[in-house]
């Protein structure tokens, strides 16, 4: 942050954009990167409140801007969120979205485990008392019922 600028009725400032560093190799960039892409989408997909454009912006073609837009949509702490935007080694701050991405997929593929476990267990519940209750019925109507 160069200066705070004044006359605006909210807070504005004069910023210069730091360079990503660490961005030497650019296979090996461009393979996080890569994974990046492909586990933000992955994300998107097991996650319905995904907005939109998150998974639009895994096109994006900067490493850097794609990492800090991610960071932005994944439900962390604002320290963290904070953490990653200071982190300005790019190969650092491609590692460090791509695990928090791996964490909460392996979080949403369990979520999602356990609900399609427990709508399996109320179904056959459901199943179970309708079954009962045809029987209860069929009784009746042979005379049987009770």
Known sequence: ML?????????????????????GDDRDIEARFFQLKERAWRCCNCCPRCPGDAAGGAGSGQPGMLADLVAGYVDIKVAEKQDLLEEVNLRARL?????????????????????????????????????REQIRKSRKSWGGGR
Do not use: C, P, W
Request: aromatic fraction near 6%; avoid cysteine; proline fraction near 0%.
């Open 3 to 23: 200066a705070y600028l004044d006359g605006f009725d909210f807070m504005v400032a004069r910023v210069e954009r730091i360079a990503d560093a660490g961005a």
């Open 95 to 131: 590692d460090r979205v791509i695990d928090m991405l791996v964490h909460r997929i392996e979080v949403l593929n369990l979520s999602r485990d356990i609900d399609q476990r427990t709508k399996a267990s109320i179904g056959q519940r459901e199943r179970e008392f309708l079954l």
